[in-house]
């Protein structure tokens, strides 16, 4: 049978409109359908527009329009009228635009009979131009927008049920899962409490609609009562009480497997015309995507909360005099797992090992090396070993590992960075041993955060004998450590110094208690400043970004008295200091002792007199490296109640050589640093020790009080004189 002849028998007509031309070329059966005698012509443009209903017509050339810009298929119901302008038929007219020479295009379709509806269903009430295609696909478009949202299968069903569709809207909703030989019911909407039990588990030999529906993958329309009482009589007297008048159900079909069932239950009449069946299948289409999307979301959370929650400890709460606390959130990406662990080790000496690392990438690999380098890390802690030795011997296992899995070639090498920090609780003491990681925060007792350098080496795993030198500080009463890996820092597009900025916030405007549940919240609320409300239906300033995993460990010492000092008189306490060892061959590190200065400084009244401290900083300590051999040790401490205030650092080295001055001429390249300290401090002086010698200078905020001593501290009772040593203000 030729194509003609098979087209004529379904009553189905040809026609090519040539906009360039304006001439209609029509077959036999599209003339018929246009009320023309049937067989084949030529007419032109507005000899077709006259049978066409004028709105119509007008609709038709949007959709054209439309389709010839997307290049996609143009479709539209039109009335034929006669010369009386009476309605003889409703045809639907599918065609796709070709270009055609000079900027015109050419139609090429099909145009069919549309049957008259019943009378009393609800396609007599639909709308038969532009207009409903428009809001059929304006509601295609919310619908797939709203179920793509969807992130739970519990949740697929709820939106399901909130979706307004054109023309006639279902006032029941079910839809059906499998498992195993069974049919489930994962959600519902329309029904009271109850009436779902005859439905949550049924056998595959039901004889129920969905359940044939999922054994044979085709759709089940019913119309009417009658139809569904004919076709289904043994459930018909379990959906007789809902009083519903038609019935759809459809699979839910993903990647070609049926995964369940869709029903749609009406009170209206429906009939189900092409273009009803046609919304219900694309709702279903979109319903089963976002099943199996929620699915494999679900499978994929739980294996992640089971992975992390095998592979992380919980941290010990009791630690006399400090209080812990620690946050793991999972990425986004892949299975939500990833490299990032933090670990607490008790220690044979009686302190405690804070750890937090990072191996790279978000795989399973990730997760699995993170395992076997945390439980590696506990060993060679729990023999006894200082942090630069359990980073060294960490360094060769993970670089062992990498040689093990890839044979030699690097094709999936994997490194780690790492923090190590061994903690005295009794003194605060901490020793410090850093691969490759950021560096720790400290918040002082007056809410100040300041970053404080660490020394450090490679990540693991790169160079097995690489050597990570270690960095003492001590974490003063009233102050909190924060630890965290990259993804704090660095989510949402910051760089090192923009993330710690951003931290820098949250942290300081923390109520600075040092309980657990104090810490809970700031741990909570560094979270949150990072990856914003936990859905996008919650306003906030920021999305919810899972672009790193991330560990966060804080650690804060409970706030304690003033000290005493030489004499037994009352030293202030120091409500901000930093710590900073300078090495002979890291000269690049003087401007991180000018930054730590600033930072230090930050709401100093006077900034005059932080270029005077920046300045001094920098020349004492390039005189160190100069004219020693030795180190450089940097100490510096804020005391006092805002107003008046004094700072004091102290530089430290290994030589007994006192300092001289000199009198530098205009060219002269040095010998200017006791001139200005002379110049610019408000009291100074060079202290001789046993092992070497510590030069400090004093700045007072209160400059009417340069010579005077400085203000107490806020739970001091008296200070000790500005002039005094290095070693009574240290005490």
């Known amino acids: 049978m030729r194509t003609k002849d098979l087209l004529a028998a379904i009553a189905t007509g040809l026609w090519r ?25 030529v007419l032109s443009e507005a000899a077709v527009r006259s049978r ?77 131009t532009g207009d409903w295609r428009r809001s059929r696909e304006a509601f295609l478009l919310d619908a797939g927008r709203a179920l793509a949202e969807a992130r739970s299968t519990a949740e697929v069903p709820r939106v399901a049920a909130g979706l307004s569709m054109p023309g006639f809207m279902p ?57 569904y009482r004919r076709r289904f009589p043994e459930s018909w007297p379990l959906v007789s009480g809902f009083r519903r008048t038609s019935w759809a159900f459809l699979p839910l079909v993903n990647a070609g497997r049926t995964i369940g069932a869709w029903m749609a239950g009406f009170v209206q009449p429906v009939t189900f015309t092409p273009d009803e069946r046609s919304v219900l299948t694309t709702v279903a289409r979109m319903l089963a995507q976002a099943l199996a999307r929620a699915g494999v979301q679900e499978s994929q959370q739980e294996l992640a909360v089971a992975l992390q ?70 060993a060679y802690a729990a023999e006894g070993h200082h942090p630069d030795a359990v980073l060294s011997r960490a360094s060769r296992f993970l670089a062992g590992i990498n040689d093990t899995a890839t044979r030699g070639q690097r094709a999936d090498q994997r490194f780690a960075t790492c923090l190590y920090i061994e903690v005295d609780p009794a003194t605060g003491l ?26 450090g080496g490679l990540p693991l795993g790169i160079d097995p004998d690489s050597d990570y030198p270690t960095t003492r500080l001590v974490l003063e009463p009233g102050e909190t450590m924060l630890v965290c890996t990259d993804g704090l820092i660095e989510t949402g597009g ?38 914003g409300p936990f859905s996008h239906h919650t306003t906030g300033p920021l999305i919810d970004r899972r672009e790193d995993d991330i560990a966060v460990l804080l650690l804060s010492r409970a706030g304690g008295s003033c000290g005493v000092g030489t004499g037994g008189r009352l030293a202030p306490r120091p409500v ?115 092992d070497g010698k510590s030069t400090w200078f004093e700045l007072y905020e209160d400059a009417g009080e340069a010579a005077g001593p400085a203000s107490p501290g806020p739970d001091c009772e008296e200070s000790v004189p500005a002039s005094a040593s290095a070693s009574e203000s240290a005490a």
């Open 494 to 531: 910051h760089d090192l110094e923009t993330g710690w900025a951003r931290l820098r916030g949250i942290v300081e405007a923390h109520d600075g208690g040092y309980d657990g549940e104090s810490l809970d919240r700031l741990a909570d609320a560094l979270v949150q400043a990072v990856h």
């Open 17 to 41: 409109w040539d906009n360039a031309s304006g001439r209609v070329t029509l077959d036999a059966e599209a003339a018929r359908l246009l009320g023309l005698p049937a067989r084949p012509t």
């Open 576 to 690: 901000r200091r930093t710590v900073l060892n300078i090495a002979q061959a890291e000269p690049e590190r003087i401007a991180e002792a000018r930054r730590q200065i600033r930072d230090l400084l930050h709401d100093w009244a006077d900034p005059d007199q932080v270029d005077s401290a920046v300045l001094m900083v920098s020349e004492m300590v390039t005189n160190v490296l100069m004219h020693t051999d030795g180190d450089a040790l940097l100490i510096a401490e804020i005391s006092g109640a805002a107003g008046g205030r004094r700072i004091r650092v102290d530089v430290a080295d290994g030589s007994d050589e006192l300092p001289h001055r000199r009198s530098p001429g205009e060219l002269a390249s040095s010998g200017r640093g006791l001139v200005l300290m002379d110049l610019l401090a408000g009291a100074w002086g060079v202290d001789p020790r046993g």
């Open 430 to 455: 901490l020793d410090i041993a850093r691969a490759g990681h950021p560096d720790p925060a400290i918040r002082a007792t007056d809410g100040t955060m300041l970053v404080r350098p660490t020394a």
């Open 52 to 128: 066409f209903h004028p709105v119509d017509y007008t609709e038709i050339n949007g959709v054209i329009n439309l389709a010839v810009a997307e290049e996609t298929l143009a479709e539209a119901r039109l009335r034929i009228v006669d010369e009386r302008g009476r309605v003889l038929r409703i045809v639907r007219s599918r065609s796709r635009p070709q270009p055609a020479g000079d900027g015109g295009y050419e139609l090429v379709g099909t145009l069919q009979e549309v049957p008259e509806p019943q009378p009393g269903t609800s396609a007599a009430h639909t709308p038969i």
């Open 171 to 227: 006032d029941g909703l079910a839809v059906f899962g499998i498992e195993g030989d069974r049919i489930t019911v994962i959600g519902h909407h329309g029904h009271r409490p109850g009436d779902e039990r005859p439905f949550l588990d049924m056998p595959m030999t039901t004889e129920y609609p969905a359940v044939e529906v999922v054994r044979t993958g085709r759709a089940i329309y019913l119309p009417t009562p009658d139809a």
């Open 309 to 378: 929650r095998s592979m992380l400890p919980t941290v010990q709460p009791d630690i006399p005099g400090m209080s812990v606390a620690a946050r793991y959130v999972p990425t986004g990406g892949g299975l939500e797992v990833g490299g990032d662990w933090y670990d607490m080790i008790p220690l044979p000496s009686g302190r405690i090992a804070l750890v937090i690392g990072d191996v790279q990438g978000h795989d399973v690999r990730a997760a699995g090396l993170m395992g076997q380098l945390r439980i590696a890390l506990r």
